[in-house]
């Protein structure tokens, strides 16, 4: 490689309207592209039909971070001008990295109430990127006040409110900390998973937190030149020892979401053997990267000139996907966070 990958060789024209701003009544009736990561192949189905695509002795991998109601809306204390504060990272106790806006006047010792004083808040100071360390305080416990004030921190480009909170969350959502929902498990039902365990698929969770950096445009032209977004996460024993005999057994690793493939190709060593532990990632998958553990994705239909293209770019040749992307398109597939699913084995 010689140093040098423009951006814009993952650009593709996206009609506004495609954008899905609600999600769907029942989640397996998204639509399902399926792609073959080898000829280019493309086909069309329903996401309940995703067992067809897995075979027993595959296994599963699931992200089962929950997202927190991490945007609040308040004022400051001194002027009772409104602010937005967004939670990234929780540091220590009651002090998280969040994001402001507007940014500009909350300067260190302002200070801040939501829900009319339920929840007050000081900035202490000003980090990377203009984010603030903020200090909260309250009474009686920090994630129930937050579930009464807060609000999910849907993606910029979801301009409706969402009617129900829980239809940002995966069904087997568990461990609270991310900013932004693992969106390829939206489809999976309860049932839908019980099907698949029957058939002899084996599931396995991880835990990765996903921050809002995963919203974050691509600035540099060069793709090279990117600095990718940190994110907590965590491979438990059985995971690690699940996937590993599943690979020895000649079954195949299919990851939910670009996150479960991220924490996944962190955890292994060269020769694709996964560790349990946690730990914090910034691994950037691009075309050249050589998978040590993915054979096939699930995922959602992702943003132009972003990371998550790259990503599936790298798993199955960027002619490929943006044919895809194109053919997806021309069928008026519903994209992004609420969007319709894709298959790439």
């Not at 360390?133 to 937050?146: K, N």
């Not at 959602?300 to 199955?316: D, G, Q, R, W």
């Amino acid at each position: 490689m010689n140093g040098v990958m423009p951006k814009s060789d993952y650009y593709f024209d996206l009609p506004r309207e495609l954008i899905a701003q609600d999600p769907l009544e029942d989640r397996s009736s998204s639509r399902l592209l399926a792609l073959d990561k080898h000829t280019g192949a493309v086909s069309h189905h329903v996401f309940r039909d995703i067992g067809e695509f897995l075979r027993p002795g595959d296994c599963l991998v699931l992200n089962n971070t929950r997202v927190i109601p991490a945007r609040l809306l308040g004022v400051r204390e001194d002027t009772g001008a409104h602010v937005e504060v967004l939670l990234l990272k929780r540091l220590e106790g009651d002090v998280w990295e969040t994001l402001v806006k507007p940014g500009k006047k909350c300067r260190p010792g302002a200070r801040l109430s939501f829900g009319e004083g339920l929840l007050q808040a000081e900035v202490l100071e000003v980090v990377e990127e203009g984010n603030r360390r903020i200090r909260f305080t309250y009474e009686g416990i920090f994630e129930e006040v937050l579930d009464r004030l807060g609000e999910m921190p849907l993606p910029p480009y979801i301009t409706h409110k969402l009617q129900d909170k829980n239809r940002y969350q995966t069904v087997y959502a568990r461990y609270e900390g991310s900013a932004a929902a693992p969106t390829a498990g939206l489809h999976f039902t309860r049932e839908l998973l019980a099907q698949l365990q029957e058939k002899g698929i084996n599931i396995a969770f991880v835990t990765l937190h996903v921050g809002l950096g995963t919203f974050r445009p691509v600035k540099e032209d060069n793709v090279l030149e990117h600095h990718m977004h940190s994110e907590y996460f965590q491979v438990p024993e059985e995971t690690a020892a699940l996937i590993n005999r599943t690979k020895a057994e000649g079954g195949r690793i299919v990851c939910v979401g670009t996150t479960s493939c991220r924490t996944l190709e962190s955890a292994a060593d060269e020769d694709g053997v996964v560790k349990a532990g946690s730990g914090v990632t910034d691994i950037f998958i691009y075309p050249g990267y050589r998978f040590r553990v993915l054979d096939a994705l699930i995922t959602n239909f992702h943003l132009p000139e972003s990371t998550l293209v790259m990503l599936v770019s790298a798993l199955a040749g960027r002619e490929n996907v943006l044919n895809a992307y194109g053919e997806a398109v021309r069928e008026r597939y519903r994209f992004f966070s609420f969007g319709d699913a894709m298959i790439i084995s």
